[in-house]
């Protein structure tokens, strides 16, 4: 089955500076790669997707981009703000398959 | 519009009982996913249910159940509990993944086997 890295578990950053998390599948027929913000005490909540027919994608701060030869796809957050402190787990499946989620990563935004 | 709700929010068992939690799905949510959270490991996919029929299922021992009602609500069942059964479970809903793929989240629940 699927099988998705996420990296680095933990990453700290200075507010107003850019913070960056990657993953990696293993099935190349996966054609979905959400992300997932999950704040304290919250279920995860969806913040970006891609499917596997586009590149990048980008939504105010974040972005999202795909490289399906390398199997890998990246969340890109920019200016980030102390709100931006949570946990993030990226996520791949295929059509209506189960979705296979990452290890997550803590990002801490310090003021 | 109601989110997805899990009950209980909070348990504590001792090892060898059973236990079962429940989920309410988004109203016209047919997909319904159990992940089991843990420090460390990520979401754990469980199973998922869509239309009463269970389409996924992860890999987990047989301790492991669940099942979903006609009106989409789901349990999840875990028998002869374990000390690493500890977690957060949490219930995830949807239309129709194939569609839209988006997950819905509920709160969780935070079980504690001791």
């Known amino acids: 089955g699927e099988n998705v890295e996420q990296h680095p578990s933990t990453l700290s950053v200075q507010e107003g500076d850019s913070a960056v998390i990657k993953c990696t599948y293993s099935?190349?027929?996966?054609?979905?790669f959400p992300w997932y913000k999950q704040e304290l005490g919250k279920g995860p909540q969806l913040i970006i997707d891609i499917r596997s027919n586009v590149g990048e994608k980008k939504d105010q701060r974040i972005a999202v981009t795909l490289n399906k030869t390398a199997k890998h796809f990246s969340l890109h957050i920019t200016e980030t703000q102390p709100e931006d402190s949570a946990v993030y787990f990226c996520?791949?499946?295929?059509?209506?398959?189960?979705?296979?989620f990452g290890a997550g990563t803590r990002l801490t935004v310090k003021p | 519009k109601a989110g997805v709700t899990q009950t209980p929010r909070y348990l504590i068992k001792t090892r060898g009982q059973q236990v079962t939690l429940s989920c309410s799905p988004i109203s016209g949510h047919r997909s319904v996913s159990w992940y089991q959270q843990t420090p460390g490991q990520g979401l754990q996919f469980l199973f998922e249910?869509?239309?009463?029929?269970?389409?996924n299922k992860g890999n987990f021992p047989g301790r492991f159940s669940g099942r979903q009602f006609s009106n989409s609500r789901s349990e999840m069942n875990v028998s002869t509990l374990e000390l690493g059964d500890s977690a957060l479970y949490l219930c995830?809903?949807?239309?129709?993944?194939?569609?839209?793929?988006?997950?819905?989240f509920g709160e969780g629940s935070r079980l504690t086997v001791l």
């Open positions: 996520a791949a499946s295929i059509w209506d398959n189960d979705m296979r």
């Open positions: 249910y869509f239309s009463e029929t269970q389409r």
């Open positions: 099935d190349s027929a996966s054609n979905y």
């Open positions: 995830a809903s949807s239309w129709d993944r194939g569609r839209t793929g988006e997950l819905f």
